[in-house]
């Protein structure tokens, strides 16, 4: 473990999933004091493996903390972990520091963040972007809202495990932004399987199809990076059977916020619509716990993996 710098922190860390879990661990590199807690023993022995201390419960780890950092799957969960029965937020003193990194509902961060203001709680919320292979590499890109002065606090701790820190506002304003982003991807994964899939109906090779896609106008990260037909690149889930990645239930949950955000506010979002189906039809046939690129199955059928 790195030795502990002047500005180390003592950080709670509950959620250790495969992406709280690489976070954590960078944290503890980075010579910060992390007691993490996980309902997965198994996650919970994998980050004491890595130097994290590990606690017997959620009220635990947070002992001591000056720093409490969260990335749970839904905003139920988080709601819960600080203002259920027991929450964290009425034993946590004046002063601490919340960062939660779950990709929640907008309203729910807000509910929390008014809650930890009124017992001078400092919370931002932080989703991230950069999947588990980001995560592990300390590579993400952090999505904020909150107080410019937490953020500032906050800064070191994000840079362990990440690159780029963005800053969109108040309470909530990093949960919109993501489900922007997330909204945007999922539509952007659907129609370059779905492109693909035509030009290789049509005997076009899908990895030369791509490799030009990739330098012209229809570039993407789809194209890029995470393409979603199989032995195009060969990094990619898509070229695992779409193992491991981010979910295709991931996507459908991030879409359904992203729809739920949208009616609050009357704005139009067909596509984002339209892509939410598709998630859901991909998750009706078997696909749900499959990397979200699997959605091109849909339009390609066995051909396409």
């Known amino acids: ?27 503890v590199k980075a010579g910060h004091v992390v007691t993490a807690f996980d309902l997965s023993e198994a996650a919970l022995a994998k980050a004491a493996e890595a130097g994290a201390i590990a606690a017997p419960s959620a009220l635990a780890a947070v002992e001591g903390a000056s720093v409490v950092m969260s990335m749970l799957p839904a905003s139920r969960h988080v709601e819960a972990l600080y203002l259920g029965e027991g929450g964290l937020l009425a034993r946590l003193p004046a002063g601490t520091l919340v960062i939660d990194c779950s990709t929640i509902a907008p309203a729910s961060a807000q509910r929390v963040a008014e809650a930890a203001a009124a017992r001078g709680v400092a919370m931002l919320d932080a989703p ?44 909530g304003a990093g949960q919109v932004a993501k489900l922007c982003n997330n909204m945007a991807l999922g539509v952007i994964m659907a129609v370059t399987g779905e492109a693909l899939a035509l030009g290789a109906s049509h005997g076009l090779d899908p990895r030369a199809l791509s490799a030009m896609m990739a330098v012209s106008t229809g570039r993407s990260w789809a194209t890029e990076v995470c393409n979603p037909w199989p032995g195009v690149k060969p990094e990619a889930p898509a070229s695992r059977g779409y193992a491991g990645g981010f979910g295709n239930d991931l996507m459908l949950k991030d879409l359904g916020l992203a729809i739920e955000a949208a009616l609050q506010v009357g704005a139009a979002v067909p596509l984002g619509e339209l892509a939410r189906n598709l998630y859901a039809l991909n998750r009706l046939a078997g696909r749900g716990g499959l990397d979200f690129s699997s959605v091109q199955q849909l339009v390609a059928g066995p051909a396409g993996g």
Not at 11 to 19: D, K, N, P
Not at 160 to 169: I, T, Y
């Open 1 to 27: 473990m790195a030795p502990h710098a002047a500005s180390a922190e003592r950080v709670a860390f509950i959620g250790l999933g495969h992406m709280g879990g690489p976070m954590a661990a960078n944290l």
């Open 128 to 171: 991230v972007s950069g999947g588990t292979a980001g995560a592990a590499a300390g590579t993400l890109t952090f999505i904020v809202g909150g107080e410019p002065s937490a953020l500032d606090r906050a800064r070191p701790l994000l840079a362990a495990m990440g690159r780029h820190v963005f800053h969109l506002g108040g309470a």
